[in-house]
């Protein structure tokens, strides 16, 4: 059974979580494999799948196309089971566009919470287009302390594109950064040490590189990097989720 770590004081989660961009979206991606966005039977299976290997974190995004609604069907009656975190800032529509005014969170995060079919958010993230410092002095960052407040998320913070970002959000007390660690991309291990010792949460993407790296070898050093709460990674092959949480066990 997968390892479970604190992502927040209040927010348990496996060491591994399932990314859901292959959900909704397969344009404008850097996977190296072209692919079919799967059936509704499909994609339950991989959530059956998941819970049965102990997974219990989903990361989505309305950046990731059709992922948000078509996740709202399939976690109909098990929402009390997931960890459920999104983000706002970023939409796509064939096309990425930012939005990082306070007006634009609001209207993302309650947008989300209907294609999501629940009340409240375990995380939200600002989706960084690159200018993380800009980003975090951004209106939407006051949306998201302000959704905190009232309810609407648990937890909030950055899913940074720059170490500088990553270690920006930390000094700011943020619940939680996303940031890019894997055996080729070693910059941020700094950052994710000093989440540690401040308490914030570190969830890491691109942990294979998007696909181009070897799963044990990526994923076994990743989840050793002191402070690393939890690794998001996406597929849609139940045998590929299997293989993965082999290599964290």
Known sequence: MLERRWLTPDLEVSVLGLGTVKLGRNTGVKYPTVFD????????????????????LLDTAPAYGLAEM???????????????GSKVGEDYDGDS?????????????ARSLTRLGTDHLDYCLL??????????????MDALARARDNGDVRAIGISSK?????????????????MTINPEHRDEI?????????????????A????????????????????VSAIITGTLNPAHLRTNVQALI
Request: cysteine-free; charged content about 20%; glycine content about 10%.
């Open 37 to 56: 966005l799967p059936s509704d039977t499909e994609a339950a299976n991989l959530l059956a799948v998941a819970r049965e290997l102990g997974i219990n």
């Open 70 to 84: 078509r996740l709202g069907q399939l976690i109909k009656g098990q929402r009390d089971h997931w960890i459920l």
């Open 97 to 109: 566009h930012f939005d990082f005014t306070r007006s634009g969170a609001e209207r993302s995060l």
């Open 127 to 140: 989706h960084s287009d690159g200018n993380d410092h800009d980003v975090l002095n951004s209106g939407a």
């Open 162 to 178: 720059t170490p500088a970002g990553a270690m920006r959000a930390i000094e700011l007390g943020l619940d939680i950064v996303m």
């Open 190 to 206: 700094p950052a994710a040490q000093q989440a540690l010792n401040a308490n914030t949460g570190v969830l890491v993407k691109k």
């Open 208 to 227: 294979m590189g998007s696909g181009h790296l070897s799963a044990r070898e990526s994923l076994s050093m990743v989840s050793q990097v002191p402070g």
